[in-house]
């Protein structure tokens, strides 16, 4: 089925909606007789350059709807963390092989079509993982003075309890393009847009288990026109 499909709001925004199932490949370097995700250090078949996380087809489809966009912002929706996010404190790398960072080449091509295709103010949107990330999208997550092309916004989740936040501290220093890593509440992301700016606001309920829960924003970030990433508000 072609999940994928694009939306816009008038001359303000563009949202492109990505399907992250279907069209990818297998996850890489699975053990022996088993398939899925799991953790895993550098591999060969993980920077496969033809490994990939939407197909060739949604690919060219991407690229060629942010080529075309005339919209002042362009929201990429999309299920999981798109930033590269080193698992391992310390030296060496581990990276999740279900998520963006799992399919390196394939986010290195998003990454390029970010920096060339000419669209306005790219955002992109992405949950899964239990854990309010906002990232700043470097031209190359390896070195971090390279150019932000984008920011990222990823929403936690709604009930489901997060990683440990002590585990979520020890990796930020290695992931210096995360700007903010919370896993300890529960909540959503609201985004506000602007013709100048766009306001994001990191919301979040006090006990997901009580029905007198209270809600509260636990930070709020701007990213002004014109300008890629995220300043604190």
Known sequence: MQLH?????????????LDCRQYRSHQACALPGRGGSRTVEPCQELAD???????????????????????????IGQSTLFSRFDLRPGPGEVYWTDGWSGYPAAADRLVRELGSSGARNPLILGGDVHT??????KADF????????????????????G???????????????VLLGDGTRRGYLQLTLEPDRCVAQLRVISDPRDPQATLATRASFVVEDGRPGAQPA
């Open 5 to 17: 499909s694009r939306h816009g709001f008038g001359a303000l925004a563009e949202f492109h909606m």
């Open 49 to 75: 350059p033809h490994r990939t996380m939407l197909g060739a087809d949604q690919e060219r489809w991407l690229a060629e709807g942010l080529r075309a966009s005339r919209a002042r912002w362009n929201l």
């Open 132 to 137: 309010h990330y906002v990232c700043d999208v």
């Open 142 to 161: 390896s070195r971090p003075e390279s150019a932000t092309l984008a920011t990222e916004f990823c929403c936690t989740s709604i009930t489901s309890p």
């Open 163 to 177: 990683i440990p936040q002590a585990r979520i501290d020890a990796l930020l220093p290695e992931n210096p393009h």
